[in-house]
């Protein structure tokens, strides 16, 4: 009796031995490594005293520094996998990024602002409405003549549901998600059917048609390789593209899915009405990542909610030869300039990428009716100087 009563004590202390082994494991497991701590401490004194412009600066005050320095998300990405970028690239234009779905909720402190900031006054108690494409009936040419618009394009991103962001994928997971999307989208048919590319051993001939046809997206740029989105490179990547060459997906670029549809000319309601079709028709097959809150999740802040940017190549000399006016006109319709070939890119030959900005807070189908509405106006301008 004595015998199994020494038998339970001993196996109640074992247990407690044990729940405080497991403990001291679970709390070392969520601490920041003290060189993380490090680099966080010495990359934020650089920006601290730099003259960056970045929203990463702007907002980082040493207050929410310290006060997010040292936590962690379940999958373990800290606040220096959200702030590398913006730390190594002073002249970045926001500077965050989220390596997975978490850091939205545990780093908001930093997130909320920037997001209210970029997305034109989101606030942190505001709600994305539901999806909603719209009547795609009511969107037409903006250009039926043929004088201003070079090209159209609307895409979007997603993220596959469970799998979390660039940082933190696994070799095993970006090969896994590859074949996910390609079984997908192999299930397309009429004018969304095609053919899927992978990155991986990609014979010549096809590489080379692929740039001719300026699909090929290539490793990222130094804000992306910064924030540790090109791990693994080309593993897991690939490209799909109907026939027409209408209507793209680049699988594991800087997003899981960037979907997108796009043709010569200014006929914005066809390839808006090409993307909404696919679009519905993906999700059918796979579950996205999606936030009560936040909409549609990614891994730049720049780039939630609906996701969706509505863009035109556009030549507008006159009104090019005075920029500032050009991002005035634009300001007013909440629309991005940027350089031909996008972001941190210059205007080749007068040719300017103009988009929607506010992609949070309105419907996908406000966000390009935004853009519509931005683009008529300067070809009215640009055609009366």
Not at 241 to 266: A, Y
């Amino acid at each position: 009796m004595l015998e199994d009563y020494s038998r339970i004590k001993l196996s109640a202390h074992s247990e407690t031995l044990w729940w405080y082994v497991l403990a001291a494991a679970h709390e070392s497991s969520n601490m920041v490594d003290a060189a993380v701590l490090e680099k966080l401490e010495s990359g934020y004194a650089k920006l601290a005293a730099s003259d960056s412009k970045s929203l990463l600066k702007k907002y980082l005050t040493k207050e929410i520094f310290d006060n997010l320095k040292t936590k962690k998300t379940s999958f373990g990405s800290t606040l220096l996998d959200v702030i590398q970028s913006g730390l190594e690239n002073h002249d970045s234009g926001v500077g965050i990024y989220a390596p997975d779905a978490e850091a939205y909720t545990l780093f908001s402190d930093l997130f909320d602002p920037i997001i209210e900031d970029y997305h034109g006054g989101f606030k942190k108690t505001d709600k994305h409405p539901p999806k909603e494409w719209g009547d795609v009936d009511t969107l037409g040419n903006l250009d039926p003549n043929g004088e201003f618009i070079i090209s159209t394009r609307v895409r979007c991103g997603r993220s596959l549901e469970g799998y979390p962001f660039n940082p933190c994928l696994t070799e095993a997971q970006y090969k896994e998600m590859e074949d996910k999307v390609s079984k997908t989208l192999s299930g397309l048919e009429g004018e969304l059917k095609g053919k899927f590319h992978p990155l991986t051993g990609m014979d010549k001939t096809t590489q080379q048609q692929l740039i001719d046809d300026h699909f090929l997206f290539k490793e990222g740029d130094r804000f992306l390789q910064a924030a540790n989105a090109c791990r693994y490179w080309p593993s897991g990547r690939g490209i799909y593209h109907n026939d027409n060459k209408t209507f793209l997906v680049w699988c594991n670029e800087e997003d899981h899915l960037r979907i997108i549809s796009m043709q010569p000319g200014g006929d914005l309601g066809q390839v808006y009405r090409r993307l909404v079709t696919a679009v519905n028709d993906i999700e059918k097959r796979i579950p996205f990542s999606h936030h009560d809150r936040l909409g549609f999740l990614t891994f730049c802040p720049s780039n939630l909610g609906t996701t969706v940017r509505a863009s035109v190549h556009i030549k507008v000399p006159k009104l090019a030869a005075n920029r500032s006016k050009l991002e005035e006109v634009a300001g007013k319709f909440n629309l991005q300039v940027r350089g031909t070939r996008g972001e941190h890119t210059e205007a080749e030959g007068g040719v300017y990428d103009i988009s929607n900005k506010r992609r949070m807070g309105l419907t996908e189908y406000d966000a390009v009716k935004e853009m519509n509405d931005g683009i008529a106006e300067l070809i009215k301008i640009e055609s009366s100087l």
